[in-house]
């Protein structure tokens, strides 16, 4: 299992970090890994929403289905995925920052299922990380450049 905890500071207040983290789509716009998001579901953004995300794995996309498991506005968000061959829980915090803004901790957890995920778990957790970290710095860019406008 790979597995990564990062922080970062952000000018937005806490409610416009969630509510901007928690419309996943948004990945597609930080994320470098990520080659498109979308919602698979209407209504407010809430428990239970539903994203696809379409991650890049070398030269192939891979469509990732998160669903938000835990909805507690504006201190927690945790979207989980599971599907045959992986499982994945990205478990997001935010705290009052000591300027008004706000720290982000993002933990994030992703497994190969089954016999190969074992084989290629070493591997996996080393791409994790690096994945993982140029997602947050990319995070960390956004939040500033278009989020902590609208404090």
Do not use: N
């Not at 990945?27 to 470098?32: F, G, I, L, Y």
């Not at 994203?51 to 289905?65: H, K, N």
């Amino acid at each position: 299992m790979a597995r990564i905890t990062e922080q970062l500071a952000s000018p937005a207040t806490p409610e416009v970090a969630f509510d901007t983290l928690a419309d996943f789509t948004t990945t597609a716009e930080w994320d470098p890994g990520i080659a498109a998001a979308e919602r698979l579901d209407d209504g407010p953004i809430g428990l239970g929403s539903r994203f696809e995300v379409r991650s890049r794995i070398g030269l192939v996309t891979v469509p990732l289905v998160y669903e938000i498991t835990h909805y507690e506005r504006p201190d927690r968000l945790v979207l989980s995925t599971i599907g045959t061959f992986h499982r994945g829980e990205d478990d997001v915090r935010f705290a009052a920052g000591p300027d008004g803004g706000t720290v982000v901790t993002w933990t994030a957890m992703f497994a190969v299922r089954g016999p190969i995920g074992r084989l290629i778990d070493p591997g996996l957790s080393v791409a994790f990380r690096r994945v993982g970290k140029a997602a947050i710095a990319g995070l960390e860019r956004f939040l500033h450049e278009q989020v902590g406008q609208r404090r």
